[in-house]
């Protein structure tokens, strides 16, 4: 900064000025100030400004590393000029709060790998930003209360778990809502009664509220229902999708199931304890898994949604690009990394002591091909 200066003429006052308030300084000046900066390499400095300020002007965000790589194959493969289509849940997030955090005047600082424990990653990421948001179930909220003390946390995709230990700001969205719609629109319009739901792992807020929305649409229509998901995955991946619905069709009788007729699946309740009788429909807890069953069902002749049903959650871009299309609960990704920066910015701007905010934002039911719609 002293070098700038320097070369052009001017204080290191009006250096800073140039930078933080260019407004402030004649347009000759700022282009003399930004000419000799340019020819120095000169950027300024984010810890040293601060530590002038107390602020980073920078927001963070928390959230594991859910990248599939089967999507990642496709997207190579389709060598796409538009990456959109195979954006995931998390890629929208992220997409959401970076638009939002610029347009106040913050950068955005992602922290996905969780090596060495995730607690010590946010203690890391605390020390450098403002405020920062946190993927629920990620890090335990007695920790994440804490350094709420000094500043903003909202947790995102996670219910409040408690009044007295949880006095976070929450986003989440209508899962169970939207999953209850969902399975009621297979039972109801489509006539469906063997229904399986592939759920995620247990520490998942959203995959379990989902879960508890195909519960009480199975209750409301007089379907047996069971306490815990037909089929649990640790990963909610196309790869884990594709042996779900393998597994699922090998419970069936005579140990598989060809779709050459729609008959081949043999008969009964599978949700009433017979396990042998492969589902008339197959819920998964998110679209990625949708997709990989899709696959797994094209390479064993089994037609959807003829044979059967298949149905996600998310609704992610490359849902509509499968065939036949994916039927799915579309919820406002962005909408959610939009509104977690908002609400930061809102607590940074002065509303600090304010009570914990529970923001819960609507989903759709969006239908097409792959339930036997559109």
């Known amino acids: 900064m002293y070098d700038v200066a320097e070369r052009s003429g001017v204080s290191i006052a009006t250096v800073s000025r140039v930078y933080r308030n260019p407004d402030s300084v004649r347009e000759a000046t700022r282009e003399r100030v930004l000419t000799a900066a340019r020819e120095l390499g000169y950027v300024p400095s984010g810890n040293a400004r601060g530590l002038a300020s107390r602020s980073t002007e920078v927001l ?28 995931l849940y998390s890629d929208q997030i992220i997409r959401g709060m970076e638009r939002a955090a610029r347009r ?7 922290a996905a790998s969780l090596k060495g424990g995730p607690e010590s990653l946010v203690a890391k990421v605390a020390g450098r930003v403002d405020g920062f948001a946190v993927l629920a179930r990620t890090v335990p909220t007695e920790d994440l209360d804490v350094i709420s003390r000094r500043l903003p946390v909202v947790m995102l995709a996670g219910p409040r778990e408690n009044d007295e230990l949880d006095h976070l700001d929450h986003i989440e969205v209508a899962n169970a809502d939207g999953q209850r719609d969902l399975t009621r629109h297979l039972i109801e319009d489509h006539g469906l009664r063997r229904l399986a739901f592939v759920g995620g792992e247990e520490r998942s807020p959203d995959a379990q509220a989902r879960f508890r929305g195909y519960q009480e649409a199975c209750r409301d229509a007089g379907l047996p229902v069971r306490a815990e998901p037909d089929l649990r995955t640790e990963m909610m991946t196309q790869a884990e999708g594709a042996r779900a619905a393998d597994a699922l069709l090998d419970r069936a009788v005579g140990g598989g199931a060809g779709g050459s007729g729609g008959g081949g699946f043999g008969a009964g309740g599978f949700g ?9 429909a197959m819920l998964f807890a998110n679209d990625q898994m949708a997709i990989g069953a899709l696959h797994a069902l094209e390479r064993r002749g089994v037609r959807v949604p003829q044979d059967v049903a298949v149905t996600g959650f998310d609704g992610i871009p490359l849902g509509r690009l499968v065939r036949p299309a994916l039927t799915t609960v579309r919820q406002p990704m962005r909408r959610l990394g939009e509104e977690a920066v908002e609400l930061l910015v809102r607590r940074l701007g002065g ?21 036997g719609c559109g």
């Open 104 to 110: 106040h005047g913050y950068a955005l600082l992602i």
């Open 60 to 87: 963070g965000l928390c959230f594991p590393d859910l990248s599939d790589p089967d999507t990642e194959t496709e997207a190579a493969a389709a060598d796409a000029d538009d990456d959109h289509a195979f954006m």
């Open 351 to 371: 509303e600090r002591d304010r009570e914990p905010v529970d923001l819960m934002l609507p989903v759709d039911v969006v239908r097409r091909g792959s339930c």
């Open 272 to 280: 009433a304890g017979d396990d042998h009788a492969a589902p008339e």
